[in-house]
C-alpha cells in the first residue's frame, strides 16, 4: 500500500487551503486535538497556486494544535519550491522513501496516544528556533506534564511495580565507571546484565564523571561507551512512576542532565554505540559531534507509546542531526531503525 493510501478515510486538504488555514485562527482552532481531530493530511504533488506565494513569516501562531502530515509520492527534495517554503510548517513528511512501518506504527500510535503524540509535535516546532538549554528546559516541562496526564496513569497502572525488583547497593555504586589515562577520560555505562538500563544512579554517576571532565581543563579526549550487550536499552522502567511530584522531577532532570554536559563537551566525546540505544542511549549521545557504533546497533525513541515524550534531551539533540520531520516520524512511531538507515540520516556519524 503506498503511503497516500493509508490517508484515504482521513480529511486531505491541498496546499492551497493548508495556507489558508495557516492565516486563519478559527479554521486553526478547527483541526486541533482539543476539537477530534488527531491529525491534519496535505497533499503536497500539487504545487501551491501563485496566489499562495507571500510570505509565510508569522503564519506560525496559526498553526493548527494538531500534527500536520505531508504526503507526496516523490522525495521530499524533488518537491517544487513552493512546495519547499511550505515544509517548515510540516511536522511529518510522508514521501516515497518513507519506511511504511514507521509511518504505520506512527498513525497507530497517534490513535492510541493522541495528546502525547501532539505534545511532542509541538515541542519539535520550538526546538531549533531557541538555544540548547531553552529547548531543554521545554522538553523537561512537557515531560512533567505528560506524567501526570491520562495516558501515560493508563500505561503505568497495569504494571506491579512493587513487585519488581530494586537496584542493588553494588549497582548503585558500578553504575558507572570512569578510568584516566593521561589527558583521556574513559566513562563506562556498567549495568550490563540490564543493558544499561537508565536509572537514577547511572544518571547521578554519569553527571559525576561528565562534570569532572567540564571542570578538570587537562582533560582533552572523552570516550563513552557501554558494557555488555548494549549500550543502553533506555530509562530503567523499574523506576517509572516514581517521581510524583512534577515540580522536583522537571528540577532534576534540567539541573542533572547528562545530554547538556554532553553538548558542553561535544567536541571533547566520542561515544562509541553497540546494541540497543533506546531513549536516553541515543537521546543524550546525540549531542556529542562524533557517534561511532558498531553494525549491531539499533535505535528508537518508545516515548510516546507510555504516553511520555523523550525526556533525556531527544527533541533537542535528535532534530538537530536529522531534521524535526524524520526526529517526529522515528518518536511517533516508537520502531527500531538500523545502522544504516541512522547512518544515511546523520543520526550517527559512522559504523566500525
Not at 68 to 97: H, K, M, R, Y
Amino acid at each position: 500500500m503506498s503511503n497516500a493510501a493509508k490517508f484515504s478515510a482521513a480529511e486531505v486538504i491541498t496546499l492551497d487551503a493548508f495556507h489558508y488555514l495557516l492565516h486563519n485562527p478559527m479554521l486553526a482552532e478547527e483541526r486541533s486535538i482539543v476539537s477530534g481531530c488527531p491529525y491534519l493530511v496535505v497533499d503536497l504533488n500539487k504545487p501551491p497556486s501563485d496566489v499562495v506565494l507571500i510570505s509565510t513569516q508569522g503564519t506560525d501562531k496559526w498553526r493548527p494544535n494538531t500534527i500536520v502530515i505531508g504526503v507526496c509520492s516523490v522525495p521530499v527534495n524533488a518537491l517544487a519550491e513552493p512546495t519547499q517554503a511550505l515544509l517548515p510548517f510540516i511536522d511529518v513528511i510522508a514521501d516515497g522513501t518513507t519506511p511504511e512501518f514507521l509511518l504505520d506504527a506512527a498513525l497507530i500510535n497517534i490513535a492510541r496516544q493522541p495528546i502525547a503524540s501532539t505534545a511532542l509535535i509541538q515541542v519539535l516546532r520550538h526546538s531549533l528556533s531557541v538555544s540548547v538549554e531553552q529547548a531543554l528546559i521545554l522538553e523537561s516541562l512537557t515531560y512533567s506534564s505528560l506524567q501526570h496526564g491520562a495516558e501515560f496513569l493508563r500505561w503505568l497502572r497495569p504494571k506491579d511495580l512493587k513487585a519488581l525488583d530494586k537496584p542493588s547497593r553494588e549497582d548503585f555504586d558500578k553504575a558507572v565507571l570512569s578510568e584516566r589515562s593521561s589527558n583521556h577520560l574513559t566513562v563506562t555505562l556498567n549495568r550490563p546484565t540490564k543493558h544499561n538500563a537508565f536509572s537514577a544512579s547511572m544518571r547521578e554517576g554519569l553527571n559525576e564523571a561528565l562534570l569532572l571532565a567540564s571542570t578538570d581543563m587537562s582533560i582533552e579526549q572523552v570516550t563513552l561507551q557501554g558494557a555488555g550487550p548494549s549500550f543502553c536499552a533506555g530509562g530503567d522502567l523499574e523506576e517509572f512512576g516514581e517521581a510524583r511530584d512534577a515540580a522536583i522531577a522537571h528540577l532534576t532532570r534540567t539541573t542533572r542532565s547528562p545530554g547538556r554536559l554532553i553538548y558542553t563537551l561535544r567536541d571533547k566525546i566520542t561515544v562509541n554505540l553497540h546494541g540497543a540505544c533506546i531513549g536516553a542511549g541515543i537521546e543524550m549521545t546525540a549531542f556529542a559531534e562524533r557517534v561511532i557504533a558498531r553494525p549491531d546497533a539499533f535505535f528508537a525513541l518508545p516515548e510516546v507509546g507510555f504516553g511520555l515524550v523523550p525526556g533525556a534531551g531527544g527533541t533537542v539533540s535528535i532534530p538537530r542531526r536529522i531534521g524535526p520531520h524524520r526526529t517526529a516520524l522515528l518518536g511517533l512511531s516508537g520502531q527500531r531503525i538500523d545502522c544504516a538507515t541512522a547512518l544515511s540520516w546523520g543520526l550517527i556519524d559512522a559504523i566500525e
